[in-house]
């Protein structure tokens, strides 16, 4: 059975930090590109950031660049996002996904929330 389980939001203060983890099982994780994703209310989901499957890659939003850092440990199968000098305007659930181009496949998680408030 394919899972993706993001964990490690919650409620911070701006300016703080928060790591997101996104624990993958029922695949081969090492094949798959990550995605973080986010939607806040009444917005469209967008993508946050993206690491290449080996881990050698990675691509930022402009909105994040410089504070967010997403990393990955394919022996443990595990994703991560770093999210540093968090602000308000990041308040979301994030999503994680996994995506492999060769057979199209597109798996994603149930999402965790990020609120950030004083």
């Known amino acids: 059975q394919v899972r993706l389980v993001e964990s490690g939001g919650g409620l911070v203060q701006p300016g703080g930090s928060l790591r997101l983890s996104c624990a993958a099982s029922?695949?081969?994780?090492?094949?798959?590109?990550m995605n973080w994703y986010r939607q806040a209310p009444g917005k469209e989901r967008e993508l946050v950031a993206t690491i290449t499957s080996t881990g050698g890659g990675t691509n930022y939003a402009s909105s994040v660049k410089g504070r967010f850092t997403i990393s990955r440990d394919n022996i443990k199968k595990t994703g991560y996002l770093q999210m540093n000098s968090l602000k308000p305007e990041d308040t979301a659930v994030y999503y994680c996904?996994?995506?492999?181009?060769?057979?199209?496949?597109?798996?994603w998680g149930t999402g965790t929330l990020v609120t950030v408030s004083s």
């Open positions: 996904n996994a995506f492999r181009a060769l057979n199209g496949l597109d798996y």
């Open positions: 029922g695949f081969t994780f090492s094949s798959y590109v």
